[in-house]
């Protein structure tokens, strides 16, 4: 083969690739969701999906895989051809979690996974049972530290967000707490309404609905500014706890080797839909702060986020087979 032959050939590699890009998509485009339908990541991912079909001009179908916190959704996510058409929808579990809870976790984020972009963050309330004689954060520390031992606090369940945020707490603080895992939010905040735990951490949505209704007392939120959704109800910094930012968040990852043409493309119709007012308005409304990042911010978000939620598993105790 002379050198003019294989310059042709060459080009025509170049061309076709440069055409498919361009072409893309050119079919349905699957979101994988790690979790039951009807849930939190279920509500994030259908709010994108009209907005998304219209920029990239083909249906958005969501997919879900359930199992083991997420990983059973991400490890077929982590093993589907790197082409841009199977993508998942990661929660902080899933992306920055499981990896130091699960001993035997099928898939490592930084490296299975090329980041698409980060859609929301997810600030939690911290939270008392009614029954308790506090109305502040401090004036709740002061309780608890009277009372070494003496004070539960209720979780979803062992390793996750719930769980992981009052154990960041009561390292920022000097607490002794003790943990009451549930199966599920709702068993917890049935407890904690009834006093038989006497804290939570809970995402915003909920948290501001029991508030609102006088079933739950929030004392802080976990964001460094103020939520929407509790506007009178301050900041866990502004409570006088320096430097405790801890907010969960939502973002779409592809497998690694995704072509970065097909990445910048899919990255940049999220960054578009997040531009919408109504999308916008609807997100804050359920408590989510719309908080895009582009593939490479995610990128450096996620390596930055992992070690600092290994620190909190470790810390925890927490381990899952």
Do not use: C
């Not at 990661?90 to 809870?101: K, Q, Y």
């Not at 900041?235 to 995704?258: C, D, Q, R």
């Amino acid at each position: 083969m002379n050198s003019s032959t294989r310059t042709l050939i060459a080009a025509f590699w170049m061309a076709a690739s440069a055409h498919a890009t361009a072409a893309f998509p050119e079919k349905p485009i699957k979101v994988v969701i790690g979790f039951p339908a009807g849930g939190p990541l279920d509500q994030h991912a259908r709010l994108l999906t009209d907005k998304l079909q219209a920029v990239l001009g083909q249906p958005v179908l969501v997919d879900y895989k359930p199992g083991a916190g997420g990983s059973v959704g991400a490890d077929a996510v982590a093993k589907s051809p790197a082409d841009g058409y199977t993508l998942m929808l990661a929660n902080t579990g899933v992306a920055v979690i499981n990896g130091a809870l699960y001993s035997k976790l099928p898939y490592n984020t930084l490296k299975d996974f090329t980041p698409i972009a980060r859609t929301a963050m997810q600030p939690l309330a911290l939270l008392v049972t009614p029954k308790l004689p506090v109305n502040s954060l401090q004036e709740f520390v002061r309780y608890a530290k009277a009372r070494p031992g003496q004070i539960n606090y209720g979780s979803a369940g062992n390793g996750g967000i719930s769980h992981l945020v009052p154990e960041m707490f009561k390292t920022a603080t000097g607490l002794f707490m003790v943990h009451i895992p549930y199966r599920g939010s709702a068993p917890a905040f049935t407890d904690l309404m009834g006093g038989q735990v006497q804290f939570m951490a809970e995402s915003i949505p909920q948290a501001a609905n029991y508030h609102k209704q006088g079933k739950v007392r929030a004392l802080a939120v976990t964001s460094a500014a103020r939520n929407p959704a509790l506007p009178d109800i301050p900041t866990v910094i502004e409570s006088g706890i320096k430097g405790f930012e801890v907010v969960g968040f939502y973002g779409f990852l592809a497998p690694a080797g995704t072509p970065k043409d097909v990445v910048a493309k899919l990255s940049d119709a999220f960054k578009q839909v997040l531009t919408s007012p109504e999308v916008r308005d609807r997100m804050v409304s359920q408590g989510a702060d719309p908080a895009f990042l582009d593939s490479e911010d995610f990128a450096r978000f996620l390596a930055v986020e992992t070690p600092r939620w290994e620190k909190a598993v470790k810390a925890s105790g927490a381990k899952m087979d």
